[in-house]
């Protein structure tokens, strides 16, 4: 028999736990924030020129090309064009005006100025002047100096807070542990280690104390850093045991520990977390900015993750952990040491100080502001509070959003919400109990017949391993087709290679210093990848980009040759692991008897996916002489609808869960998990047209994954003639024809969101890449009512609830486990008198709304909404159990596109018949078309002059347009 050791009494642990709550308020209020210290800056600006307390993102200064004299403004000057640049007080309180700005004072009064209008009003003049001058601004701006005080409010925090901060990122490791092993994700076994990482028994308690004692990792897990291509990551641990396993402890994101076998395997995810744009901006958010781009002669950390691909099962040294070291003492000091020093690093490449600005005066030195933005971006809001447990989804890294007094104050408590829900996991694990600890045997289990869930993927990305990716893929070529697309038309007669010793031996260089390479009489355009120590053959069309490459090598005889893949060795595990379909059980289908049967699908499939005149019941066909399938067809639908009558009035409706009362602060993750906790199933409401219902199930799909969401209850999918597709999407990642159309159809007939990012076939592709099941609720008899004779306004209510109860309810019967909804709102709880499938299964509701405005942004009880048919008549008024709010923009009028973008840097994109184009405004003003071309079901555009979007690849247009604001432009319309 194993005794636990004595334990502190649960008075003591309730003791901790606030202390460590208190702890935290502290830390993540004092912890330097870049957006409300500047606009701190700019309101005190604002009171001292106009007497006036002004919101300061109400004030834009605005560059125009053009000025016309005015007796009536402040400054003397009026602009009628639309300004080339444009940000918020603020934003130039942290941008500073340029050393050309500086040196011509005269010209920037005449051709910018401060106003209270946006960048798309008609005229700037004295109706929306504010009444200082930009030479005024410039001279506070030196006297504030905001570099210096941001880094003196860094050096603050870090000299009162540095203990605390360790204390707080080791809480949030263990709590971070415990719940990737209730999730599935770490075996019992990974969690000892994980804990051992951090010098705890998993049979010691969470007190105060442990936390606060710094020791080195015990012997049985070596802590090590993390680098890729020579990068070290800021904030990335990696623990490996005495067998070579390692485990990635990633702070931040919703799966926080990665497991991995072989170097083979971690090599798989790392592909796998960078070959999507935000995917990759997420993974590069853990490096510090100084290795994000290229400087001097280094490629940067974006072109070393393309490097990645081409050497996938090849033995090139150097790419992956080439770099690490043991982290010898205390991992936390490590953790904390190492991202205090990336703070000051970020903000002395991101900011300018007054000395920084008198250098580039001195030299002329330019910067544009689209360089600086994506900066700024990074730092605005630190990244560090990921390590102590704010989610980076929960921090709002956008310095486009705007802010005030109230976003953040709600944004601090939105952090502070997140940190205190890791600390409750902590101090409430499973191996507690009563304040007595588990014997170490009986730690919990994940639960019963649930496969480990995937790596995860989370907006803005996430992480994610994603089943069907091959590492090839993202390229525009096959891999086995040689270096055909690499040769190039360059005659090397006239020139001879290097020979001495050094990284130019066997090189080829021209007069332009451009560099070649000779293989088999074929010239190669080449470039040096001083991270590798090595040359890769690059395409000679875009030559500033890695997305196209193949590292080479000169070999013993003096002859340069690819560097080619040996075969998968341990890689043929890593790809095993990848399967489809685990954690997700797919049950033997059910046959209902209102489905249609396979002998009449084919005859019924075009009235399955259309609808039309012949599912009417007043059509008849005119052919007498053969039975007419679409007869049986209503014969199953009336058959369904006397059942749904007779249902509804006998029902007596099963318990309802308690609604929680939430708090208006709690971070969106722990509302879910309290929604989870009172039942296993929630239902969405939603307009089929609306965008935000979308967007929460694509963005918290992993967070749902976590939760153990097993499947995903979809309304218009069809039980009889969609189901065998979806399982076979799930399980393949290919989507039938049938089966994309109708989804295709089903998005453009509802309006769904231009973009592709928030779409019922992007929905489906967020469901597959957590790896939950989508099951149809709807059949053809429940959903093809077109024309039913006598239909009450309630009839598709009655029918679709009444379907989905019995599908629900039987493949829950066999696949158990959480589950949610999404469904239009009339369904989701009772409307018009009839129970939603809320009430039917005894589950929460939930309506998410688009608005202009938004009242909150937390999970609130629903005060209901009226709503209107197709005619603008009134069509009753749905509510749900709680409503959940999402901002979207006012629809786009039909406009000339070119018009609509205002400045440089917009972009959109316009549908011409079955081609795209993407139109963009360019720096000198101009509207540049540029053809969206295909190849398969991915997209590229040919632009050399952008080298991190020209010829890669896209799954998507919603891909596309991600990768082009990520650059720092900005979508319209």
């Given at each position: 028999?194993?005794?636990?050791?004595?334990?502190?009494?649960?008075?003591?642990?309730?003791?901790?736990?606030?202390?460590?709550?208190?702890?935290?308020?502290?830390?993540?209020?004092?912890?330097?924030?870049?957006?409300?210290?500047?606009?701190?800056?700019?309101?005190?600006?604002?009171?001292?020129?106009?007497?006036h307390d002004i919101e300061p993102d109400t004030v834009y200064w605005h560059c125009f090309h053009t000025a016309e004299s005015s007796p009536r403004s402040f400054n003397g000057w009026q602009h009628r064009d639309a300004p080339y640049?444009?940000?918020?007080?603020p934003q130039l309180v942290m941008h500073r005006f340029n050393p050309h700005d500086q040196d011509n004072a005269d010209t920037l009064q005449m051709l910018s100025g401060f106003y209270t209008a946006g960048p798309d009003a008609e005229?700037?003049?004295?109706?929306?002047?504010?009444?200082?001058?930009?030479?005024?601004?410039?001279?506070?701006?030196?006297?504030?100096?905001?570099?210096?005080?941001?880094?003196?409010?860094?050096?603050?925090?870090?000299?009162?807070?540095?203990?605390?901060?360790?204390?707080?990122?080791?809480?949030?490791?263990?709590?971070?542990?415990?719940?990737?092993?209730?999730?599935?994700?770490?075996?019992?076994?990974?969690?000892?280690?994980?804990?051992?990482?951090?010098?705890?028994?998993?049979?010691?308690?969470?007190?105060?104390?442990?936390?606060?004692?710094?020791?080195?990792?015990?012997?049985?897990?070596?802590?090590?850093?993390?680098?890729?291509?020579?990068?070290?990551?800021?904030?990335?641990?990696?623990?490996?045991?005495?067998?070579?396993?390692?485990?990635?402890?990633?702070?931040?994101?919703?799966?926080?520990?990665?497991?991995?076998?072989?170097?083979?395997?971690?090599?798989?995810?790392?592909?796998?977390?960078?070959?999507?744009?935000?995917?990759?901006?997420?993974?590069?958010?853990?490096?510090?900015?100084?290795?994000?781009?290229?400087?001097?002669?280094?490629?940067?950390?974006?072109?070393?993750?393309?490097?990645?691909?081409?050497?996938?099962?090849?033995?090139?040294?150097?790419?992956?952990?080439?770099?690490?070291?043991?982290?010898?003492?205390?991992?936390?000091?490590?953790?904390?040491?190492?991202?205090?020093?990336?703070?000051?690093?970020?903000?002395?490449?991101?900011?300018?100080?007054?000395?920084?600005?008198?250098?580039?005066?001195?030299?002329?030195?330019?910067?544009?502001?689209?360089?600086?933005?994506?900066?700024?971006?990074?730092?605005?809001?630190?990244?560090?509070?990921?390590?102590?447990?704010?989610?980076?989804?929960?921090?709002?890294?956008?310095?486009?959003?705007?802010?005030?007094?109230?976003?953040?104050?709600?944004?601090?408590?939105?952090?502070?919400?997140?940190?205190?829900?890791?600390?409750?996991?902590?101090?409430?694990?499973?191996?507690?109990?009563?304040?007595?600890?588990?014997?170490?045997?009986?730690?919990?289990?994940?639960?019963?017949?649930?496969?480990?869930?995937?790596?995860?993927?989370?907006?803005?990305?996430?992480?994610?391993?994603?089943?069907?990716?091959?590492?090839?893929?993202?390229?525009?070529?096959?891999?086995?087709?040689?270096?055909?697309?690499?040769?190039?038309?360059?005659?090397?007669?006239?020139?001879?290679?290097?020979?001495?010793?050094?990284?130019?031996?066997?090189?080829?260089?021209?007069?332009?210093?451009?560099?070649?390479?000779?293989?088999?009489?074929?010239?190669?355009?080449?470039?040096?990848?001083?991270?590798?120590?090595?040359?890769?053959?690059?395409?000679?069309?875009?030559?500033?980009?890695?997305?196209?490459?193949?590292?080479?090598?000169?070999?013993?005889?003096?002859?340069?040759?690819?560097?080619?893949?040996?075969?998968?060795?341990?890689?043929?595990?890593?790809?095993?692991?990848?399967?489809?379909?685990?954690?997700?059980?797919?049950?033997?289908?059910?046959?209902?008897?209102?489905?249609?049967?396979?002998?009449?699908?084919?005859?019924?499939?075009?009235?399955?996916?259309?609808?039309?005149?012949?599912?009417?019941?007043?059509?008849?066909?005119?052919?007498?002489?053969?039975?007419?399938?679409?007869?049986?067809?209503?014969?199953?639908?009336?058959?369904?609808?006397?059942?749904?009558?007779?249902?509804?009035?006998?029902?007596?409706?099963?318990?309802?869960?308690?609604?929680?009362?939430?708090?208006?602060?709690?971070?969106?993750?722990?509302?879910?998990?309290?929604?989870?906790?009172?039942?296993?199933?929630?239902?969405?409401?939603?307009?089929?047209?609306?965008?935000?219902?979308?967007?929460?199930?694509?963005?918290?799909?992993?967070?749902?994954?976590?939760?153990?969401?097993?499947?995903?209850?979809?309304?218009?999918?069809?039980?009889?003639?969609?189901?065998?597709?979806?399982?076979?999407?799930?399980?393949?990642?290919?989507?039938?024809?049938?089966?994309?159309?109708?989804?295709?159809?089903?998005?453009?007939?509802?309006?769904?969101?231009?973009?592709?990012?928030?779409?019922?076939?992007?929905?489906?592709?967020?469901?597959?890449?957590?790896?939950?099941?989508?099951?149809?609720?709807?059949?053809?008899?429940?959903?093809?009512?077109?024309?039913?004779?006598?239909?009450?306004?309630?009839?598709?209510?009655?029918?679709?609830?009444?379907?989905?109860?019995?599908?629900?309810?039987?493949?829950?019967?066999?696949?158990?486990?959480?589950?949610?909804?999404?469904?239009?709102?009339?369904?989701?709880?009772?409307?018009?008198?009839?129970?939603?499938?809320?009430?039917?299964?005894?589950?929460?509701?939930?309506?998410?709304?688009?608005?202009?405005?938004?009242?909150?942004?937390?999970?609130?009880?629903?005060?209901?909404?009226?709503?209107?048919?197709?005619?603008?008549?009134?069509?009753?008024?749905?509510?749900?159990?709680?409503?959940?709010?999402?901002?979207?923009?006012?629809?786009?009028?039909?406009?000339?596109?070119?018009?609509?973008?205002?400045?440089?840097?917009?972009?959109?994109?316009?549908?011409?018949?079955?081609?795209?184009?993407?139109?963009?405004?360019?720096?000198?003003?101009?509207?540049?078309?540029?053809?969206?071309?295909?190849?398969?079901?991915?997209?590229?555009?040919?632009?050399?002059?952008?080298?991190?979007?020209?010829?890669?690849?896209?799954?998507?247009?919603?891909?596309?347009?991600?990768?082009?604001?990520?650059?720092?432009?900005?979508?319209?319309?």
């Amino acid at each position: 028999m194993t005794v636990a050791p004595a334990r502190p009494p649960v008075a003591s642990l309730s003791q901790d736990r606030t202390a460590l709550i208190k702890m935290s308020e502290r830390l993540v209020e004092a912890c330097p924030d870049m957006r409300e210290m500047a606009r701190s800056i700019a309101q005190e600006i604002l009171l001292r020129h106009t007497g006036h307390d002004i919101e300061p993102d109400t004030v834009y200064w605005h560059c125009f090309h053009t000025a016309e004299s005015s007796p009536r403004s402040f400054n003397g000057w009026q602009h009628r064009d639309a300004p080339y640049q444009s940000m918020t007080l603020p934003q130039l309180v942290m941008h500073r005006f340029n050393p050309h700005d500086q040196d011509n004072a005269d010209t920037l009064q005449m051709l910018s100025g401060f106003y209270t209008a946006g960048p798309d009003a008609e005229a700037f003049d004295e109706r929306n002047e504010v009444m200082m001058l930009p030479a005024q601004v410039m001279s506070d701006f030196w006297a504030v100096d905001f570099k210096s005080r941001f880094q003196e409010k860094l050096k603050t925090f870090w000299r009162d807070f540095a203990d605390d901060f360790r204390t707080m990122a080791k809480a949030n490791f263990i709590a971070s542990a415990f719940e990737d092993h209730h999730a599935g994700w770490l075996s019992v076994e990974d969690l000892r280690t994980v804990l051992r990482a951090a010098n705890v028994e998993p049979t010691d308690s969470p007190s105060l104390q442990t936390l606060q004692a710094s020791a080195p990792a015990s012997v049985d897990a070596n802590v090590w850093t993390f680098d890729v291509i020579g990068y070290e990551a800021s904030d990335i641990l990696r623990i490996v045991t005495s067998t070579g396993r390692q485990i990635l402890y990633t702070p931040g994101e919703v799966q926080a520990f990665h497991t991995f076998d072989t170097p083979e395997e971690l090599h798989w995810w790392l592909l796998s977390q960078n070959n999507r744009p935000e995917r990759r901006a997420r993974f590069m958010g853990h490096f510090p900015l100084s290795a994000h781009g290229e400087a001097d002669e280094t490629i940067g950390l974006y072109h070393g993750l393309d490097v990645l691909y081409s050497t996938w099962g090849s033995a090139h040294p150097g790419l992956i952990n080439q770099q690490s070291r043991p982290v010898s003492g205390d991992p936390f000091a490590h953790l904390r040491d190492a991202i205090r020093a990336r703070m000051f690093a970020d903000a002395d490449l991101a900011l300018h100080s007054n000395g920084d600005l008198r250098k580039q005066m001195w030299i002329g030195y330019l910067r544009s502001f689209s360089q600086l933005s994506g900066a700024l971006a990074a730092i605005d809001w630190p990244i560090a509070l990921a390590a102590v447990g704010a989610g980076i989804a929960d921090m709002g890294l956008n310095i486009d959003q705007a802010v005030n007094g109230a976003s953040t104050a709600q944004r601090k408590a939105g952090v502070i919400g997140a940190v205190t829900a890791g600390i409750d996991t902590l101090f409430n694990s499973a191996f507690l109990v009563g304040g007595e600890a588990l014997a170490e045997g009986e730690l919990p289990q994940p639960e019963a017949g649930l496969e480990p869930a995937p790596d995860v993927d989370e907006p803005v990305g996430g992480f994610v391993e994603t089943p069907g990716f091959e590492p090839e893929s993202v390229y525009p070529f096959g891999r086995n087709d040689g270096l055909n697309s690499f040769e190039t038309n360059m005659l090397l007669d006239a020139f001879e290679p290097i020979r001495e010793e050094g990284k130019m031996n066997g090189i080829y260089l021209t007069d332009q210093g451009e560099t070649f390479i000779e293989i088999d009489g074929f010239a190669y355009a080449v470039r040096y990848i001083n991270e590798l120590k090595s040359w890769a053959i690059i395409d000679p069309e875009n030559p500033f980009s890695f997305y196209r490459n193949r590292p080479v090598r000169l070999n013993s005889a003096g002859k340069w040759e690819s560097i080619n893949p040996l075969t998968l060795r341990g890689g043929g595990k890593a790809l095993s692991k990848q399967a489809v379909g685990r954690g997700a059980v797919t049950p033997a289908p059910v046959q209902s008897p209102y489905e249609v049967p396979e002998a009449l699908k084919a005859d019924l499939m075009d009235g399955a996916q259309h609808g039309g005149r012949r599912v009417d019941d007043r059509y008849h066909s005119g052919d007498f002489s053969t039975r007419d399938p679409y007869d049986d067809f209503k014969r199953l639908r009336h058959g369904l609808r006397n059942d749904a009558d007779a249902f509804f009035t006998t029902l007596q409706l099963p318990p309802r869960p308690e609604i929680p009362d939430l708090p208006t602060d709690a971070p969106l993750k722990s509302t879910l998990k309290t929604l989870f906790q009172r039942s296993p199933g929630l239902v969405i409401g939603e307009s089929h047209a609306g965008i935000g219902s979308k967007q929460f199930l694509i963005e918290q799909m992993p967070r749902l994954a976590k939760l153990k969401v097993r499947t995903l209850y979809m309304e218009h999918l069809m039980t009889d003639f969609h189901q065998a597709d979806l399982d076979a999407f799930s399980r393949t990642g290919d989507m039938s024809p049938q089966l994309e159309a109708y989804v295709d159809t089903l998005d453009k007939g509802h309006r769904t969101d231009p973009t592709g990012k928030y779409t019922f076939m992007a929905v489906l592709k967020a469901a597959r890449a957590n790896r939950v099941r989508i099951s149809a609720i709807d059949c053809m008899a429940s959903y093809r009512l077109d024309g039913v004779e006598g239909g009450e306004r309630t009839l598709r209510q009655k029918m679709m609830n009444y379907f989905a109860k019995g599908v629900i309810d039987a493949d829950q019967a066999s696949n158990s486990g959480n589950w949610v909804a999404l469904v239009g709102n009339s369904h989701a709880n009772t409307y018009q008198g009839i129970p939603g499938v809320a009430e039917l299964e005894g589950a929460i509701g939930l309506r998410i709304e688009d608005v202009r405005v938004m009242e909150s942004g937390a999970v609130t009880p629903d005060p209901g909404a009226e709503m209107f048919d197709s005619m603008g008549r009134r069509a009753g008024t749905v509510k749900s159990d709680l409503r959940l709010q999402y901002l979207s923009e006012a629809p786009r009028q039909e406009t000339d596109l070119e018009n609509t973008l205002l400045h440089p840097g917009m972009f959109t994109l316009e549908r011409t018949g079955e081609g795209v184009t993407l139109i963009h405004r360019n720096k000198a003003g101009a509207a540049v078309h540029t053809e969206v071309k295909h190849e398969g079901n991915r997209v590229y555009i040919d632009r050399p002059a952008w080298p991190r979007i020209s010829g890669r690849r896209f799954d998507t247009l919603a891909d596309l347009t991600t990768a082009l604001e990520l650059m720092g432009m900005r979508l319209v319309g």
